[in-house]
């Protein structure tokens, strides 16, 4: 599957993509607020809706970045994870760092594509002429949810098994 921080660098700069092509193709006015529906309910002006839109991605890359460096340099007292009277001795501590790390930039990458995606959808909704958005956002969303719910109970389960001998 490659290494997650690559996979994260990528969705990062996809991120970036999509937000650079949606300020060339939102109009003035876009919607920024759906109601339970997927009808819009609430509008702002396209730098606005940039602006946050670029916040926002930007945040979630230096979120990430950041409990990244967190988990490196925190100690070990503060890292935390299943089966801790195995993970936190000391010769086991560098492992669990790894993992962990790499679990984080892999949630980021996915927090990155959802971030990513709903952004097409608010370009796609601005510039059509019912800016609806159906039932994406609930299918993204969901998606999102259950990938990041098994991803927790395969880490919990299988992730960070202790060794019949730990």
């Not at 503060?78 to 801790?84: E, H, L, N």
């Not at 679990?103 to 990513?116: S, V």
């Not at 510039?127 to 990041?148: C, M, N, R, S």
Request: proline share 8%.
């Amino acid at each position: 599957m490659g290494r997650p921080r690559t996979w994260f660098a990528a969705c990062a700069v996809l991120y970036a993509a999509v937000w650079a092509w949606s300020w060339t193709r939102l109009p003035e006015r876009v919607p920024t607020h759906f109601g339970g529906g997927g009808q819009p309910d609430d509008w702002s002006s396209r730098a606005a809706a940039l602006w946050f839109s670029g916040l926002l991605g930007l945040g979630m890359v230096l979120l990430f970045a950041g409990l990244v460096q967190l988990v490196r340099r925190a100690p070990a007292a503060m890292v935390d994870a299943p089966r801790p009277e195995y993970w936190k001795r000391p010769e086991n501590l560098g492992r669990l760092r790894k993992i962990a790390v790499a679990d984080l930039w892999l949630l980021g990458a996915w927090t990155l594509l959802l971030l990513t995606a709903v952004d097409w959808l608010v370009v796609r909704a601005a510039t059509a002429e019912d800016p609806a958005l159906g039932p994406w956002p609930l299918l993204l969303v969901g998606g999102y949810l259950v990938g990041v719910l098994g991803r927790v109970v395969w880490m919990v389960t299988r992730r960070y098994p202790v060794p019949e001998n730990g």
